[in-house]
């Protein structure tokens, strides 16, 4: 079936370094979502692309739907980041939704 | 302008009772979405909507789980007899078929005792 294999599934930073996430995609979707749960459990929606790139902030996000991945970038990385981060994406044949698995990312001073 | 509404926002239950969710979508969005979000997972989808047929519905437990949207606009999600297995954060959203990102509401936590 549709799957969105997301990496890694945890990741510690320190205070002012970067990394980035990454969902791979089984079948072609036509968009993909980012959202970090909150400590509420609600998901923000962080950005939702149909192509290329963008940019908020101290994060980034590209989707390549020909070559079947998303990532995300988190630069100069806060305590505040601190969270699940989900990818979603948008199957192109049947617009179902799919999410990752999730990274559990830990900022450390 | 209003985002996804759910209620009830926190649910918890006996095993065997049985609960209803309610979603009220973005208006004018024709598909809406189910979500099941167990702790420390990411969100499965249960059904969704365009309108008011079902879509897919293949990864809802047919047996206990039930989901209505019979106008096109809001929609009830029912657990009969539920499960210590069901506990759960219960998402909906919504948007426009082929358009748009998928707006999601708060969810409803259910806790099965």
């Known amino acids: 079936g549709d799957q969105v294999e997301q990496s890694p599934s945890a990741l510690s930073l320190h205070e002012g370094t970067g990394s980035a996430l990454r969902c791979n995609f089984t079948?072609?979707?036509?968009?993909v979502q980012w959202f970090r749960k909150n400590s509420r459990g609600s998901l923000i929606n962080l950005f939702y692309l149909a192509s290329g790139t963008k940019e908020n902030g101290r994060l980034k996000s590209a989707f390549d739907s020909k070559e079947r991945y998303s990532t995300l970038h988190i630069r100069d990385a806060q305590l505040e980041d601190s969270g699940t981060y989900f990818c979603?994406?948008?199957?192109?044949?049947?617009?179902?939704?799919?999410f990752g698995t999730g990274t559990r990312l830990q900022v450390l001073p | 302008e209003a985002g996804v509404t759910q209620s009830p926002r926190y649910a918890v239950l006996q095993e065997g009772q049985a609960v209803s969710f309610w979603c009220d979508p973005i208006s004018g969005h024709d598909t809406l979405y189910w979500y099941q979000q167990p702790r420390d997972q990411g969100p499965q989808l249960l059904v969704y909507?365009?309108?008011?047929?079902?879509?897919?519905n293949s990864q809802l437990p047919s047996d206990r789980f039930s989901a209505v949207r019979p106008k096109g606009t809001n929609s009830t999600l029912k657990i009969q007899s539920a499960k210590q297995g069901d506990t759960a954060t219960y998402l909906c959203?919504?948007?426009?078929?082929?358009?748009?990102?998928?707006?999601f509401g708060e969810g409803t936590r259910l806790s099965v005792l």
């Open positions: 959203a919504s948007s426009f078929y082929n358009n748009q990102a998928p707006l």
């Open positions: 909507f365009r309108d008011e047929a079902v879509i897919d």
């Open positions: 079948t072609t979707m036509r968009a």
């Open positions: 979603a994406a948008v199957c192109s044949n049947t617009n179902k939704v799919v």
